[in-house]
C-alpha cells in the first residue's frame, strides 16, 4: 500500500467528520477504547496535557507544546483538522509524522480497524497515541476533535485539562444552548486533575465549578488571574508586543509574538495560566517561555491563524468559522486601513448563517465559493442568503478562482479576506 493509497483509505473508506460532518460523530468511547486496548494502551506511556474549547484550542495547544519543546521536553501534538496535509495531525517537536509510518500504521492494523467500522478520527487518535509511545515523547500536548466529553481523545487522564472558552458551535451535536455545550466540554476534566478555564462566563462558570467539586479537581479561571496587552496591529509587521501581567503578583511577562490576531490576547492570558500549574510538573525558565511564544509558527508550523498571505495588497485569511470567533476576526478586519475590502468566503453546510452573516461590513465586494469537500455550502445558496443582509457579489465553485478573481481586481491599497471555514483556508495557504 502506497502513501497516497493509504490516505485514499483513509478518506474513502472511514466516516470522516471534517469531511461528512454528523454522519461520522460516534456517541461514545467504545471503538477506540478497544482499538487503543489492542496497541497496548500507548497514551498511559507519557504524560499529557488535553484541550477543548469552542475557540482558541488550536492557537493554545500549538501554544503550549512551543513552551514544552523550548523548555527541552520531547514533545507530541495531536491537532485537528489539518489544513494541507494529513501528517499534520501529527507532530513530534514540530516535525510531522512520516509518510512511512502513517503507510505502515495502517497497512499492520488494517483488520482491527475494519472490523471495528473505526471513524477516521477514532483511527487517527489510536495513530497518535501509538506513534508518540513508540518515540518516547516526555509529554504529549492533545487537542479535542469535537466537544469532549465523547471525543475519542478522551480516554487519556492528562496531568492538566484546558477549556478555553465556550462558544456557538456543533448545536446540532453538543447542545442547543450555551450550558449544554459547556457541559460536554467539562467532560474532559478528570478525578483529581486540575482544569484551566480560559474565559469567565456567566452562562457557563457554574458548571465548569460543579464539575470541579464532583471530581476533586483544582480549577482556575485564566483571566482572573492575568490580563494581556497587545500593541496596536501594523499589518506589516512581523512581529508584535504584548505584556501579560499576573494580577496576584504583579509580576510582568513582556515579549513579541508573531501571531497576529488580536483574538491572541485572550489565548495569551491562557497559555500563562496553563504555564503557572504545569510548573508544578515540568521546569521552565522565564527565558523559554517568552522564546517559545515568539517562536510558536517557526516550533509547531501553526497556520491559518490571522496569516498574511501578501502584501501590496495586504491578503489575510483566517480559519475562524464559528460566531464568536468571526465576531472578533471581523472586528480586527474592520480596523485595517485600506482602500477597498474583498471578502472570499465559504461555509460549511451546518452553519447557522443567520447568526453569522449580520456579522459581515456591507461595504465590501463578496466572491462567494466553496471548499472542495462534501460539506461545503453551495456558493449559490450562499450567494442568496447573504443578499438578505446587503452583502453582494458572484459565485466561483472553487476558492482557488473566487481569489484569483480577487487578486485581479484589487488596487494595492485594498484588502483581501479569505476565510469563513477551515476547508476555504486550506486552499490557499
Known sequence: ?????????????????????????????????????????PHKKYPT???????????????????LQEAGYKTGLYTSPHLKDFRERIKINGEMI?????????????????????????????????????????VAVIEVGLGGRLDSTNIIIPVLSVITN????????????????????????????????????????????NKA????????????????????YDPQAGE??????????????TGETTLGGDYQSKNLVTLFQVIKILQNTFTFSEDNIIKSISAVVANTGLKGRWQILGHNPLVVC????????????????????????????GFVDDKDLTAILPLFPHDAVYYFTKASVPRALDEKILKLAA???????????????????????????????????????????
Open 387 to 429: 443578499s438578505k443582509y446587503g452583502l453582494e457579489g458572484n459565485c466561483y465553485p472553487e476558492v482557488r478562482s473566487a481569489f484569483k478573481a480577487a487578486r485581479s481586481l484589487v488596487s494595492e491599497t485594498d484588502m483581501i479576506f479569505i476565510g469563513g471555514s477551515t476547508f476555504v483556508v486550506a486552499e490557499v495557504v
Open 318 to 345: 483566517d480559519t475562524a468559522h464559528n460566531l464568536e470567533g468571526l465576531r472578533y476576526v471581523l472586528r480586527q478586519v474592520e480596523k485595517i486601513r485600506k482602500s477597498g475590502l474583498h471578502m472570499v468566503i
Open 1 to 41: 500500500m502506497t502513501y497516497q493509497q493509504t490516505i485514499e483509505f483513509l478518506y474513502n473508506q472511514l466516516p470522516a467528520f471534517h469531511r461528512i460532518g454528523k454522519a461520522a460523530y460516534k456517541s461514545n468511547l467504545q471503538n477506540v477504547l478497544t482499538l487503543d486496548n489492542y496497541l497496548g494502551n
Open 213 to 232: 467539586l464532583k471530581t476533586g479537581s483544582e480549577i482556575s479561571f485564566a483571566d482572573q488571574n492575568f490580563t494581556c496587552i497587545l500593541e496596536d
Open 166 to 209: 465556550i462558544g456557538h458551535d456543533h448545536m446540532d451535536l453538543l447542545g442547543n444552548t450555551i450550558e449544554k455545550i459547556a457541559a460536554e466540554k467539562a467532560g474532559i476534566i478528570k478525578s483529581g486533575i486540575p482544569v484551566v478555564i480560559g474565559e469567565t462566563g456567566q452562562e457557563t462558570n457554574g458548571i465548569f465549578l
Open 98 to 138: 512520516s509518510k512511512r509510518d502513517v503507510t505502515g500504521f495502517v497497512k499492520k492494523y488494517h483488520g482491527i480497524i475494519n472490523s471495528l467500522s473505526s471513524s477516521f478520527f477514532e483511527m487517527t487518535v489510536a495513530m497518535a497515541f501509538d506513534y508518540f509511545a513508540r518515540n518516547e515523547v516526555d
Open 49 to 67: 496535557v488535553h484541550v477543548t474549547g469552542t475557540n482558541g484550542k488550536g492557537s493554545v495547544s500549538h501554544m503550549i507544546a512551543s513552551v
Open 240 to 253: 508584535r508586543k504584548y505584556q501579560v501581567t499576573d494580577k496576584l503578583s504583579f509580576r510582568k511577562y
